[in-house]
Nanobody, 114 residues
Framework: QVQLVESGGGLVQPGGSLRLSCAAS????????MSWYRQTPGTQREMVAT???????TYADAVKGRFTISRDNAKDMTYLQMNSLKREDTAVYYC????????WGQGTQVTVSS
């Protein structure tokens, strides 16, 4: 089993920044593809950013140029730096770890509002 705990969410004004963290335990996360997803009420969970085992990132078009995903395998941590936040970025953000199956954290709320 993999346990994931997200942190760093909160309330921020449009144009502001937040850094989300995902702390993992239970397995060696070096072999897992790590991702951030987000979900708003009544919608499907959508992929925001993914980082491969080799460290190659992929981003959803809506966040390209504003968000940066990174990982620190030595600390079993994954991060999402979010800059130039927009109201439409408001959502619950989830961390996932995927190898033979996908594991999820409990989510952290991000609210972008003035």
């Amino acid at each position: 089993q993999v346990q994931l705990v997200e942190s760093g969410g909160g309330l921020v004004q449009p144009g502001g920044s937040l850094r989300l963290s995902c702390a993992a335990s239970g397995r060696d996360l070096r072999f897992y593809v790590m991702s951030w997803y987000r979900q708003t009420p009544g919608t499907q969970r959508e992929m925001v950013a993914t980082i491969t085992v080799a460290g190659t990132p992929t981003y959803a078009d809506a966040v390209k140029g504003r968000f940066t995903i990174s990982r620190d395998n030595a600390k079993d941590m994954t991060y999402l730096q979010m800059n130039s936040l927009k109201r439409e970025d408001t959502a619950v953000y989830y961390c996932s770890a995927r190898l033979d199956r996908e594991f999820w954290g409990q989510g952290t709320q991000v609210t972008v509002s003035s």
